[in-house]
Every structure is written in C-alpha cells, then in structure tokens.
C-alpha cells in the first residue's frame, strides 16, 4: 500500500483545516476548498470518496442544531432528487478521464464564485418539481465532485433572508446527499482501507476547525468570511486548473 503520510499528506490536511473552519460557520463550501487539491494529488474517485466521508463525519454533529431550523418542505423534494442524481454522479467519476474531471471540478467552482459575486439570485418561486429538479442536479455533482452544493446554494438563497434556515437546510441536504455517494463508492470498490484510514487521521483536525467555525458564526463578519471564501476558492480552482 503507498504511504499515506506521505509530504502531499501534509499539504491535504492543511486545507482540510481550512475547509473545516469555512464549513463550520458557513454550513458549506468545505467541498469546494477541498475538492481542487484532492483531485490534484489523489485522483477524482478517490477525491470524491475522501470528500464525502469527511463531510459526513462533521455533518455529524451540525445535525442536531440544524435540525431545529430546517424548512422540511424543500429539504424533502431535495433530498428525494439527490438520491436520483447521485448514481449518475458515481458512473460518471468513475468512467470519465481524470484531467477532464479536474478541469471540470475547477470550472465549476470559478462559475459559482462569479455568480455569488454579481449577486445573482434566483428570483422564482420555491416548488415541489424544481426543488426535485435542483436536488438531482445537486446529486448528480455530489456523485461526480463532491461538489453538490453550487445549485442548492443559489436556490436556498432565492427565498427569505433567514441565514439560520438556509444554513440547517443545507447542511441536512447535505446528509441525504452524502449518505447514496459513499454507499455508492463502496458498492463500485473505491472506498478501500487506504482511503479509511487517511480519512480517520484526517477527522480529528477538520472537527475541530469545523466547530470553531461554528463558534465564529455568531461573532465574526458574515461579509468578511463570505469574501474570504471567494477568494480562497479562486485560488484553489485556478491553482488547480492549471497545474
């Protein structure tokens, strides 16, 4: 088995800290910090399956808080069209060439940071059928990036200005996307005893800096880490598209 530990061990957990501390406080983007460097030094599939078990891990305990603010009828149709998309998201990591994912993996974290920054919204209304809709496609970049959050994201943003809302619905989408893709994995071979144990060390830090992200989430600017997530999913995507 290659050694785990080795220098590129060092460089993964330390944007794992930092995606630790932006999900903490935001309830996203940890993927989209992650997902560039893992492609690089792992290769998609793996990326992925590293990806998901960590989020699944500190989603673990964002549920309980979450839990008491989520809007339960667009969590539903999200996470019923997250369970549809996701198996298309796996055939596709699997079978597609990894320098075409990589690229793709940094397109398509440089389109959600220009739109986030012009402020685009979706402006319709909330309904059963497109929360579906967005839920799948959500689903579908879950299984193929670990990056599922873009279209969940900017949809969620649409409604009423209540942060604590938006925040626990997408950290529980996030649970019911997570849950289908690392089945996934493990029925198609990616998950193996590599993979577990780089994540089990990896764990322990990415908790820690994910709960005091959280504490930040009631002191620090929303505008100064929102910015900051912008500008450090900038560096990452463009690092990685053209390495």
Not at 223 to 229: A, G, I
């Amino acid at each position: 088995m290659p050694d785990i530990f080795d220098q590129s061990f060092v460089y993964i957990a330390a944007v794992v800290i930092a995606a630790g501390l932006i999900r903490g406080f935001a309830g996203f983007g940890s993927s989209m910090i992650m997902a560039p460097v893992l492609v690089h030094v792992l290769g998609p599939a793996e990326a992925v399956a590293t990806n998901m078990l960590l989020e699944f891990i500190v989603s673990l305990q964002l549920i309980p808080a979450a839990r008491k603010h989520v809007d339960l009828k667009i969590l539903a149709p999200l996470g019923l069209g997250a369970w549809i998309g996701v198996p298309v998201g796996i055939w596709i990591v699997v079978a597609v060439d990894e320098d075409i994912m990589r690229r793709s993996v940094s397109i398509i974290i440089l389109l959600f940071v220009i739109i986030l920054s012009l402020g685009w919204r979706y402006k319709g209304d909330v309904k059963v059928w497109l929360s579906t809709l967005i839920g799948c496609l959500g689903g579908l970049l879950s299984g193929a990036t670990s990056m599922g959050g873009p279209p969940i994201i900017l949809y969620l943003m649409s409604g009423p200005p209540d942060p604590v809302k938006v925040r626990s619905t997408i950290i529980l989408y996030f649970v019911m996307s997570i849950i289908p893709t690392v089945a996934g994995l493990f029925w198609v071979g990616v998950i193996d005893t590599e993979i577990l144990i780089r994540v089990i060390t990896l764990a322990p830090p990415f908790l820690v800096a994910a709960w005091v992200g959280s504490r930040l989430f009631h002191l620090a600017s929303e505008v100064f880490f929102r910015r900051l997530t912008l500008v450090l999913l900038t560096i990452i995507a463009l690092v990685s598209f053209f390495a």
